[in-house]
């Protein structure tokens, strides 16, 4: 039997959800996007920046920490906006050469020196600009400030859908429990036109009302028995409660949710297999929709 005390104020979760974020911290444009689909345990990949790199086991880690199953994306852009990670430098010789040879054609040309600032500029290699060694420590921190900002959109998603998913399996516990109560009434009325017809039977066959009574309350005793489906309706009211109680965890559900459908199955099965009357066999076959509707839905189940 399932026992589990963790009951509190977390929701189902469902494995569909998104979130992004995107920040300005210490002269980089941040963005951490995340989505999620089914999945039966956790499974990451991420697409970011080469030099960037470090990260990513960082990333997994700090969600892992958060989900425990689903399939996993995260894309990662780092931007620098302003001078982050990157050195400017002029090189003073390239750029008087470019001068001087520019002095020298003005003469010849008869052209004015008007050399400019913003002429010599533009030549190639007058400025060098290189990466400066990063921060890791310091980006991770940015990185993860923007991750928490995601993430927390991506789990609200989830459990926004969770609960669909929670007042929709709800609803099919309700229909099935209706359904066990007409398989419950049925049950002895089965037994009872069974009971009439083997009465009848005898009765054409020996042509005469003198038949043991103590032979047909054992033919009966022993059709009841093969039939009575006391037992497994009984378990699967208590797989139901489990079910609800299930629901009410703080902590991930959904394995537990598909163990316990496969009892809800067994069960089933074995109750369809003693009512192949037309009637109580329309009654299994909806108790089956049902729990194959609950199966399909509870693999999106965090």
Not at 2 to 7: D, G, Q, R
Not at 189 to 196: L, M, P, T
Not at 228 to 255: C, M, W
């Amino acid at each position: 039997m399932l026992k589990n005390t963790k009951v509190g104020d977390k929701m189902v979760s469902s494995m569909t959800g998104y979130g992004k974020c995107t920040e300005i911290l210490n002269g980089r444009e941040i963005t951490l996007e995340i989505k999620s689909v089914n999945h039966r345990f956790f499974e990451f990949s991420s697409r970011m920046p080469r030099a960037y790199g470090f990260l990513e086991e960082k990333i997994k880690s700090y969600v892992q920490s958060r989900v425990s199953r689903g399939k996993i994306e995260v894309g990662v852009s780092i931007v620098n906006v302003e001078t982050a990670d990157t050195k400017i430098s002029v090189n003073e010789t390239v750029a008087k050469g470019y001068v001087d040879a520019l002095r020298e054609l003005c003469e010849p040309l008869g052209i004015a020196d008007d050399i400019r600032l913003s002429t010599v500029a533009r030549f190639p290699d007058v400025f060098t600009v290189t990466k400066g060694d990063t921060d890791e420590e310091m980006l991770w921190g940015d990185v993860k400030s923007v991750a928490e900002k995601a993430v927390d959109a991506f789990i609200a998603m989830r459990e926004r859908e969770g609960e669909n998913l929670k007042k929709d399996l709800l609803c099919r516990l309700e229909n099935i429990e209706e359904l066990v109560k007409e398989v419950e009434k049925r049950s002895p009325k089965r037994v009872q036109e069974y009971r009439d017809r083997l009465y009848k039977k005898i009765s054409e066959v020996l042509a005469s009302n003198s038949i043991d009574e103590s032979r047909i309350i054992t033919e009966v005793a022993i059709f009841a028995d093969k039939v009575a489906v006391d037992e497994e309706t009984v378990r699967l009211k208590s797989h139901i409660g489990q079910f609800r109680e299930i629901l009410e965890y703080n902590e991930p559900i959904g394995k537990k949710l598909d163990f316990l459908i496969q009892e809800f199955n067994r069960e089933a099965n074995t109750i369809g297999s003693k009512s192949q009357d037309a009637e109580g066999a329309k009654y299994v076959v909806a108790i089956k929709a049902e729990i194959e509707k609950i199966r399909e839905q509870i693999q999106n189940v965090e």
